[in-house]
């Protein structure tokens, strides 16, 4: 069950895990029906149901029942990011409070569901909210996805190994260093690499 005034939750939040398991297993369908649901997915019956209005909230699905490109990152090798991900979306206004409510203890995330949502402590929502966020949280990777968000990756030069002498010490003995990330052109003209370095040390360094 999910309404537009709470964060996603379902009061079978065990069909969850079933569906999330299915999802990966079967092929991506065209759209996302109750009908999928009970017949590829082979979950027939009133509690999964729940489960499309929780999968549109957290990102999987947009509003006509269309898988999404998270949807689809789930099913491959990127699914413990978009899982993370997906959590993130859904429950926005808990990451707003603690950025690492993922790690948060039982009685700390009901806590953090209380205060975002404003719901009465030890309620049966609140209760099944906080198991809804454990039972997508445990296909996430959170480390995956902090990987996948940060800046591709460059060469990276160190200040110390470009400047002449001790250009990085100051005053008192205290070093400063700095790590550039660049992202170099393809070629194969080494001229290309060696202009860069060169404006680099003439512009940044000194």
Same mark, same amino acid.
């Given at each position: 069950?999910?309404?537009?005034?709470?964060?996603?939750?379902?009061?079978?939040?065990?069909?969850?895990?079933?569906?999330?398991?299915?999802?990966?297993?079967?092929?991506?369908?065209?759209?996302?029906?109750?009908?999928?649901?009970?017949?590829?997915?082979?979950?027939?019956?009133?509690?999964?149901?729940?489960?499309?209005?929780?999968?549109?909230?957290?990102?999987?699905?947009?509003?006509?029942?269309?898988?999404?490109?998270?949807?689809?990152?789930?099913?491959?090798?990127?699914?413990?990011?978009?899982?993370?991900?997906?959590?993130?979306? *859904?429950? /926005?206004?808990? &990451?707003? +409070? #603690?950025?690492?409510?993922?790690?948060? @203890?039982?009685?700390?995330?009901? %806590?953090? $569901?209380?205060?975002?949502?404003?719901?009465?402590?030890?309620?049966?929502?609140?209760?099944?909210?906080?198991?809804?966020?454990?039972?997508?949280?445990?296909?996430?990777?959170?480390?995956?996805?902090?990987?996948?968000?940060?800046?591709?990756?460059?060469?990276?030069?160190?200040?110390?190994?470009?400047?002449?002498?001790?250009?990085?010490?100051?005053?008192? *003995?205290? /070093?400063?260093? &700095?790590? +550039? #990330?660049?992202?170099?052109?393809?070629? @194969?003209?080494?001229?290309?690499? %060696?202009? $860069?370095?060169?404006?680099?040390?003439?512009?940044?360094?000194?």
């Amino acid at each position: 069950m999910t309404d537009n005034n709470s964060l996603p939750y379902l009061n079978a939040y065990g069909s969850l895990t079933k569906v999330l398991d299915k999802i990966k297993e079967a092929e991506t369908p065209n759209r996302f029906s109750q009908d999928y649901l009970a017949t590829t997915l082979q979950l027939p019956g009133g509690s999964p149901k729940p489960v499309i209005p929780f999968l549109k909230r957290t990102g999987f699905l947009a509003s006509d029942g269309t898988p999404t490109e998270l949807y689809k990152r789930f099913r491959g090798a990127q699914s413990g990011a978009a899982a993370a991900e997906a959590l993130r979306i *859904g429950y /926005k206004p808990i &990451y707003r +409070i #603690n950025e690492f409510a993922h790690d948060a @203890s039982d009685p700390k995330l009901r %806590d953090l $569901i209380v205060q975002a949502t404003g719901a009465k402590k030890g309620s049966k929502i609140v209760v099944a909210t906080a198991a809804s966020f454990k039972a997508l949280n445990a296909f996430a990777d959170h480390t995956a996805m902090a990987q996948d968000a940060a800046p591709g990756a460059g060469e990276e030069i160190d200040r110390g190994d470009l400047a002449d002498g001790d250009g990085g010490e100051l005053a008192g *003995g205290i /070093k400063l260093g &700095y790590t +550039i #990330n660049l992202h170099l052109p393809p070629t @194969s003209e080494v001229a290309v690499f %060696d202009a $860069i370095f060169r404006s680099l040390k003439e512009h940044l360094i000194r």
